[in-house]
T-cell receptor
Framework: GAGVSQSPSNKVTEKGKDVELRCDPI?????LYWYRQSLGQGLEFLIY????????KSGLPSDRFSAERTGGSVSTLTIQRTQQEDSAVYLC??????????FGSGTRLTVV | AQSVSQHNHHVILSEAASLELGCNYS??????LFWYVQYPGQHLQLLLK??????LVKGIKGFEAEFIKSKFSFNLRKPSVQWSDTAEYFC????????????FGTGTRLLVSP
């Protein structure tokens, strides 16, 4: 596609429910990042994919967070048993050659 | 591991004032450096980037940044800001060997009053 697509754009969920966030990177981009933007916290790195593997998942806050990428394309970020502190904007970005990181417009997650 | 510091969290300027936003990083090797901007209600966009060569890089909308290796800095500048520059600005650094993640600063919120 022409840009990085994320869905849903907004998600309101009840505390304790699981949510799944989707990222469609730019076609041909092999590297993909997930970041989280919380109010006043700036951008927080979550996980990085190169192809289907994740060389760096050090930013995942807890074992309730997981991510996968299949076919070197679409990635899903899953948050189990959501908590209020999970409320944030979750941003996906893909990177192509030459190095240029392109961000999606994010998913705004609100846990109530 | 690399890290980025943006010391100014909020900056308020009048139109036509000059802007300089500080960015310092720590990393033991060579780096790629970036400034991103997020306008209200929009997603992040690349302003400018430094990979190698001339340490003074020019970006979109009249912005520029200077890489000073000895100071581990990559400050963002604009000679004369406009109301439309109101946004949040993020500095980011990435080691350029192997698979390195892009690390962002906490951002600087700029408000330009007309």
């Amino acid at each position: 596609g022409a840009g990085v697509s994320q869905s849903p754009s907004n998600k309101v969920t009840e505390k304790g429910k699981d949510v799944e966030l989707r990222c469609d990177p730019i076609s041909g981009h092999t590297a993909l990042y997930w970041y989280r933007q919380s109010l006043g916290q700036g951008l927080e790195f979550l996980i990085y994919f190169q192809g289907n593997s994740a060389p760096d998942k050090s930013g995942l806050p807890s074992d309730r967070f997981s991510a996968e990428r299949t076919g070197g394309s679409v990635s899903t970020l899953t948050i189990q048993r959501t908590q209020q502190e999970d409320s944030a904007v979750y941003l996906c970005a893909s990177i192509g050659r030459p190095t240029r990181l392109t961000f999606g417009s994010g998913t705004r997650l609100t846990v109530v | 591991a690399q890290s980025v510091s943006q010391h100014n969290h909020h900056v308020i300027l009048s139109e036509a004032a000059s802007l300089e936003l500080g960015c310092n990083y720590s990393y033991g090797g060579t780096v790629n450096l970036f400034w991103y901007v997020q306008y209200p209600g929009q997603h992040l966009q690349l302003l400018l980037k430094y990979f190698s060569g001339d340490p003074l890089v020019k970006g979109i909308k009249g912005f520029e940044a200077e890489f000073i290796k000895s100071k581990f800095s990559f400050n963002l500048r604009k000679p004369s800001v406009q109301w439309s520059d109101t946004a949040e600005y993020f500095c980011a650094v990435k080691g350029n060997t192997g698979f390195q993640k892009l690390v962002f600063g906490t951002g600087t919120r700029l408000l330009v009053s007309p």
